[in-house]
């Protein structure tokens, strides 16, 4: 009688463990848009905003402001670092710009330099939902890379 009872609570236990790891879900991985392949929603979200933030003047404003402002760290210089530090934040309702941090990074030097002129920017054209601003998160790319090792091609001559 003793083994029949403990061969039954054993296999409850069995069956208990089985459950609980079979009921746990999958993370889902975060879906990320991207352009030229986003598609108008059939039922747009209640917190999606209708326009999204906007730098002052545009992206050739904002491309002008990135070439202005950013310096390109000696120290990454040296060691021939090159590529993108990716950045988020928070443009609130009133346009400024709030929680930067670092997504992707590329070198200390260059994290903190992005961080720098991220700081420096002026308040942004903030998104709307209905007319009225609402605070929105930005994934920015912030490029650092050596005007040397650009390569330019040589086009051909117009007239031959």
């Known amino acids: 009688m003793k083994q029949l009872f403990s061969l039954l609570i054993l296999s409850i236990l069995a069956s208990a463990a089985y459950a609980q790891q079979a009921g ?3 993370a889902k991985a975060p879906i990320e848009l991207q352009p030229g392949r986003m598609q108008a929603q059939a039922r747009p979200a209640a ?9 002052p ?3 050739a404003a904002l491309s002008s402001f990135l070439q202005q402002q950013l310096k390109y760290p000696e120290a990454a210089r040296v060691k021939q670092i090159s590529g993108d530090v990716v ?10 710009l709030t929680n930067p941090s670092v997504v992707q990074p590329l070198s200390p030097e ?4 992005a961080l720098r002129v991220l700081g420096l920017m002026p308040a942004w ?8 601003p609402v605070a929105v998160q930005v994934r920015l790319p912030i490029p650092f890379g050596n005007s040397q090792s ?3 091609e040589q ?6």
């Open 24 to 26: 746990t879900p999958a």
């Open 47 to 55: 917190n999606r905003p209708d326009a999204p933030p906007q730098f």
């Open 57 to 59: 003047g545009g992206a």
């Open 87 to 96: 950045m988020t934040f928070t443009v609130e309702a009133d346009g400024h």
């Open 110 to 113: 260059c994290d903190t330099e």
């Open 125 to 132: 054209k903030p998104a709307t939902r209905k007319g009225q």
């Open 150 to 152: 650009l390569k330019v």
């Open 155 to 160: 086009g051909k001559p117009k007239f031959e």
